[in-house]
């Protein structure tokens, strides 16, 4: 534990060292002095199991959505409300973010691939850098997954204002 905690320290302090007339990947290719991680094959592979589990539950925003969606757009042709409007607007962009989540998942799954194939060929540098990009992607998607849970919010804000309204002209 402390011989792996020593490598990790060695290699923080190099890559501060090098970014300074670096990039990190010109680091990372290169090895110039820096303790790499030990990456077998099979550490790629864990990354695969919650990469599924995203995109099931990307997909069942998605679908949820998509629901959502089918029932405004009857809600709508009776009655051309704004609040069906605003709706509207904040599920087309949740949609998008969804999109986008769901691509940058699967992107982080092509690179852990990549990372084992890579690996595989005996190449431990580019497996490493790799690994480190599906690590970064997995996180992007997760990040875009804050931001439309964040949107999601905002929609059932629209719905409390339409019921406060409504409250308020039965009242006059």
Avoid at 35 to 41: A, K, V
Avoid at 94 to 122: H, P
Wanted: aromatic share 12%.
């Amino acid at each position: 534990m402390e011989c792996e905690s020593n490598k990790f320290y060695l290699f923080s302090t190099n890559i501060v060292k090098y970014s300074k007339h670096t990039s990190i990947f010109h680091v990372l290719m290169t090895n110039q002095n820096v303790h790499s991680m030990d990456l077998n094959i099979t550490t790629p592979g864990l990354i695969f199991p919650s990469i599924s589990f995203l995109l099931i539950a990307y997909s069942n925003r998605f679908l949820a959505i998509a629901t959502l969606i089918r029932d405004l757009k009857t809600k709508f042709s009776e009655n051309k409300a704004e609040i069906l409007l605003k709706q509207i607007k904040n599920l087309r962009y949740r949609l998008k973010l969804i999109r986008w989540m769901q691509a940058v998942a699967v992107f982080g799954m092509l690179l852990a691939l990549l990372s084992i194939f890579a690996l595989y060929l005996n190449s431990p540098m580019l497996g490493n850098a790799f690994f480190i990009f599906a690590v970064i992607s997995i996180t992007t998607s997760l990040s875009i997954a804050l931001v439309e849970i964040m949107f999601s919010g905002r929609a059932l804000d629209l719905e409390l204002e339409d019921i406060q309204d409504h409250m308020k002209e039965k009242k006059t």
